[in-house]
């Protein structure tokens, strides 16, 4: 349902990606890792609209989509978090969900009540009427992925919404992500260095380092993988 | 689906105390007191139309005398000229204003205009047409444009020309108008999505909201709302001189009201007039019964109000008050 073909941008010179080339299956999930500076967000934002490639093609159920503006991207299908989350402080935390249901849903209190749902889906439905700018970071991740999820995408980018977490709440929201893909076809590319929540969700993995795709596959070979371990991972991982 | 739906009860009853305060007001007061009411809602009116782009969506003007200047060169000329009512002037002065904020607009988000650069771009169309208008002959330039004047008995709301007491109702239906207007806004998509922008423009985008058209959206609203209060103005006071109806004091004024009742809120921009006119204007009667004759008094007040809010309650005056009141949630 997306593939990215020879995707490149520089910034100054820098080649942070270079002719990165993978693909998501329809309702698959897959893990992109890497060290960092590896250029793994620069591809969700090149993906997303935030900036266009030097080169290279996006395409989006068949469709060409790198161009596209972010909120034409959103509007196609694709929904993203942000690794630096960016919630509506002064907002509630219900309204900063309506504002992604109302995409789909043109009707405010249509729009509210789906928005309810998700919250509660999350695990934060005791907090919608809590202004955003109070929740802890763990919090705003969920809100960000509630947000995200209210424009009901096809393909979800997730970028680092394990960070910080503790064990027990990666696990939770692991098995949301799980549930979605399951039962709605809801397809993920998740950036994402917590390995633990790598391994129980994706399908395969891509790895990116210094811009290039130096590996791709079934997460069990992937992480065998000499070049990788080298790179990333290091000798001795224990999963 | 009620215009009010959503308010509070309590919220309704002050609503409507205040709403039948105003409504008895002229029968007791002074041609003074009058003149400060109309003072009052005057600015409750344009300080709802410019908290429309910057308390809603978070653009920030400080150009918005443009808007009331043009809205009353707009009707006062058609009117001297053509002797065209002020009501067809209204189109005209609507219609114009739109277009200039949408022209305004335009500029700055295409271009990634923003923050304080726009705040700039927006003082410097005020000023072209300040400058402009003092050598714009069919308006009469820099030497101001008047409406004939006599002492009417009758009040011919369809010219606008009467009494104080009918300027004073047609402000007060305005604001409540506005009032009305921006509850609806600020409550439809369009106001989930300008406060969304006002938040983060990234995070709003990125959950596929057409910033551009949305901010663009605010801008003309907001204009065409202040043109309104332009064409009254002109109609209340016959006179009109670019230097005073475009400058930028007049924009700064405006916004004052809002600052200091609380960006962003419904009920805000009408506390702040009140507390800032009323109580400059007071300050005046005082000192003119003490007999201290000291010219800037107001300008101070203003300072010093403006400076006490900003200290003690950065969101305004309004927002605290809601609070007791139990009409708005705790931060």
């Given at each position: ?10 910034f100054?010179?820098?080649h942070?990606?270079q002719?990165?080339?993978?693909a ?5 999930i ?9 250029g ?9 609209g ?10 989006f ?6 161009g ?11 929904g ?8 509506f ?36 439905g005791a907090k919608?009427d809590?202004?955003?700018s109070?929740?802890?970071l ?20 997730l ?15 692991v ?21 633990r ?7 395969g ?16 070979a ?5 070049a ?5 991972l ?5 999963l | ?22 409504l008895v ?8 007191l009058?003149a ?6 005057y ?14 969506a978070g ?10 200047g ?9 009117y001297?000229?053509?002797?065209l009512?002020p009501?067809i ?10 277009l200039?904020?949408a022209a ?9 205009v ?11 169309f ?24 006599a002492?009417y008995?009758e ?8 009494s ?12 409540a ?8 806004l600020l ?14 423009p990234?995070?709003?985008?990125a959950?596929g ?6 901010k ?14 332009g ?5 209340y006071?016959n ?6 109806i475009?400058?930028?004091s007049?924009?700064i ?5 809002p ?17 800032l ?6 300050l ?5 019964q003490l007999?201290?004759d000291?010219?800037g008094?107001k ?14 309650l ?9 609070r ?8």
């Open positions: 349902m997306l593939e990215v073909e020879r995707l490149s941008k520089s100054r010179g820098l942070a990606v002719e990165a080339s993978f998501v299956a329809e309702g698959s897959v893990g992109l890792i890497g060290p960092n500076g590896a793994k967000t620069t591809i969700f934002n090149m993906v997303a935030v900036f266009p490639p030097d080169s290279g093609s996006v395409v159920q068949g469709k060409p989509i790198h596209f503006r972010p909120d034409q991207v959103c509007a196609a299908g694709i993203r978090t942000f690794q630096m989350v960016k919630p402080a002064g907002l509630t935390v219900l309204d900063n969900v309506v504002v992604g249901a109302l995409l789909r849903e043109k009707n405010v209190s249509a729009a509210k009540s789906y928005a309810a749902g998700i919250l509660g889906r999350l695990g934060l919608r809590l202004l955003a109070s929740l802890t763990p919090d705003r991740k969920r809100l960000e992925v509630a947000r995200a999820l209210a424009t009901r995408p096809r393909l979800l980018l970028d680092e919404v394990m960070a910080g977490l503790r064990p027990t709440e990666c696990d939770q929201i098995a949301v992500f799980r549930e979605l893909n399951r039962d709605e076809g809801l397809a993920i590319l998740l950036i994402e260095h917590v390995m929540a790598v391994m129980a969700l994706a399908q993995i891509v790895v990116l380092h210094h811009g290039e795709v130096i590996a791709r596959g079934a997460p069990e992937v992480v065998r993988d000499p990788v371990l080298e790179s990333y290091g000798e001795d991982v224990a | 689906m009620s215009l009010l739906e959503g308010v509070p009860r309590r919220g309704l009853a002050l609503l409507a105390a205040l709403l039948v305060l105003l007001f002229p029968m007791f007061a002074s041609g003074y009058l400060v009411g109309f003072l009052i809602l600015f409750a009116y344009v300080g709802q139309a410019w908290n429309v782009m910057m308390g809603f653009q920030l003007s400080l150009g918005h005398s443009l808007y009331v043009l809205g009353a060169y707009a009707a006062a000329a058609l001297v000229h053509f002797g009512s009501w002037g209204l189109g005209a002065a609507i219609a114009l204003c739109a200039a904020g305004i607009g335009f500029l700055a988000f295409r271009f990634g923003a923050g304080v650069y726009f705040a700039i771009l927006t003082i410097a005020a000023e072209f047409a300040r400058i402009g208008f003092d050598h714009f002959a069919w308006v009469r330039g820099s030497s101001g444009l008047f409406l004939p004047v002492n008995t009040n011919d709301l369809w010219n606008l020309r009467g104080p007491t009918m300027f004073y109702y047609l402000m007060l239906a305005m604001t108008g506005a009032f009305v207007l921006c509850h609806a409550r439809s998509r369009m106001g989930y999505y300008w406060q969304a922008i006002r938040e983060s990234e995070a709003a985008e959950l909201v057409n910033v551009f058209r949305c663009m959206v605010a801008v003309v609203i907001s204009a065409a709302m202040t043109s309104l209060a064409v009254v103005f002109a109609f006071y006179n009109l001189f670019p230097e005073q475009f400058h930028v007049r924009s004024e405006l916004i004052l009201g600052i200091i009742g609380g960006i962003g809120t419904l009920f805000g921009p009408i506390v702040g007039a009140f507390l006119t009323g109580l400059a204007e007071g005046r009667e005082l000192m003119l007999g201290i000291v010219p008094v300008q101070v007040f203003y300072g010093l109000c403006l400076l006490l809010v900003v200290v003690f950065p969101d305004g005056v309004w927002p605290p008050i809601a007791r009141l139990g009409l708005r949630r705790g931060p």
